[in-house]
């Protein structure tokens, strides 16, 4: 998720985003579990999907090569019963 313009940053809205989909998921879609893949240097990112109740799982070091260098990947998760 990116939310491009400046000024609409730190208003919460990605944090909506998110849960709504994680309900809607859960709720109408009625999976058991929820996974997304997040770049280990994306501190916001991180800390966002955090706060809406994803936890890290583990590291995929070196997975990606961008920009010259190698870059880890966090894989993070959240199931219906932890909500």
């Not at 909506?16 to 709720?27: E, S």
């Not at 879609?29 to 893949?37: E, S, V």
């Amino acid at each position: 998720m990116l939310i491009a313009d400046p000024a609409s940053r730190g208003k919460g809205y990605a944090r909506d985003a998110t849960m709504t989909l994680i309900h809607y998921a859960f709720r109408d879609l009625n999976l058991h579990r929820i996974y997304l893949r997040v770049y280990a240097d994306n501190a916001e990112a991180l800390k966002l999907y955090e706060r809406c109740g994803f936890e890290r799982e583990g590291t995929e070091r070196d997975a990606v090569y961008m920009g010259g260098c190698f870059r880890d990947i966090v894989l993070m998760s959240v199931l219906r019963r932890e909500r």
